[in-house]
């Protein structure tokens, strides 16, 4: 299997439309709209062509040439501007091989070479105990549990919350 992150670009439009209708959301904000149309995906290419590599980076997770799932660090703003904020998606599929692990791996390490960032956040619904576990293999710490913090699809859940420092 071989793993690469690569920069998103106009042309791989129909898989990101395709990726983010097919994608697990139950872990999801509801930042990313659904149905996913190609409005949402000319939205979101134009955000990501003029914040990758200032405020934020963004890359597809591709494998054995198929892109299977999306990853990210955006820096916040205000007083919050040297930490940025990682997210992260993958097709069901591929779940449990190892790949967000790797993933995370090496978008922080280009957050933290491209960004003026001294931490990464990472935020996890508490029964997403497969996502807290790909942020622990990658030297996140646990700094917190906020109670009932999110709502999502009818359900409250506790909201983990993780950091890494340069
Ligand atoms: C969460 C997600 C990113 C994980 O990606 P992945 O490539 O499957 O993760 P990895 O295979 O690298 O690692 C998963 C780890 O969690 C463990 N795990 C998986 N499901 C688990 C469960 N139900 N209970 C306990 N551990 C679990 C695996 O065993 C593995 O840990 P290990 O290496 O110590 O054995 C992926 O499931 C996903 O994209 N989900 C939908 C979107 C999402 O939730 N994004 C994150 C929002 S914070």
Redesign the pocket.
Known sequence: MTLKLIKWTQKMKPELIKLCND??????TNRMPYPYTEESADWWLDMVSEHDGKDGVFRAIVVDGKIV?NISVEQKADVYCKDGE???????D???????????CQICNAAFSELDIIRIT????AP???????L??NGFVREGLQRNAVFKDGKIYDLCLFGKWK
């Open positions: 994608v697990d959301r139950s872990y999801l799932g990682i997210g992260y998606l993958l097709l069901t591929y779940w449990s091989k190892g790949i967000m692990t790797e993933a995370v990472g935020l996890v619904y997403n105990i497969a996502s807290q576990r790909v622990e293999k």
